[in-house]
């Protein structure tokens, strides 16, 4: 899943979410039964993760470009070392 793919599926899974959050909420409401609204809204949950969990093909529709290995070693890796500024000492 790419990045794009990923910022799909959180706002697709927070959508659904809130959708079948009310949904279940007027269905306990008019029938009058907490077991309804949960067994809607559990009903919810397991397709809003059915959707949005698995790594579906229209979740990578913006593929990133890695660097090729061989491109890599050309670059070499920065060394950790004293480079950055240099703390003052108080003297007493």
């Known amino acids: 899943m790419d990045w794009q793919g990923q910022k799909v599926a959180e706002q697709l899974m927070q959508l659904m979410l ?7 909420f007027i269905a306990g409401y008019v029938l009058g039964s907490f ?30 470009k890695w660097l090729d290995p061989s491109e890599a070693e050309k670059h070499p890796k920065p060394q950790p070392g004293n480079s950055g500024p240099k703390k003052k000492t108080s003297k007493n």
Do not use: D, E
């Open 18 to 24: 809130v959708i079948f959050a009310v949904v279940a």
């Open 35 to 64: 077991q309804t609204m949960m067994l809607v809204y559990t009903a919810g949950v397991v397709l809003t993760s059915l959707i949005t969990v698995p790594n579906w093909p229209f979740f990578n529709r913006n593929p990133m």
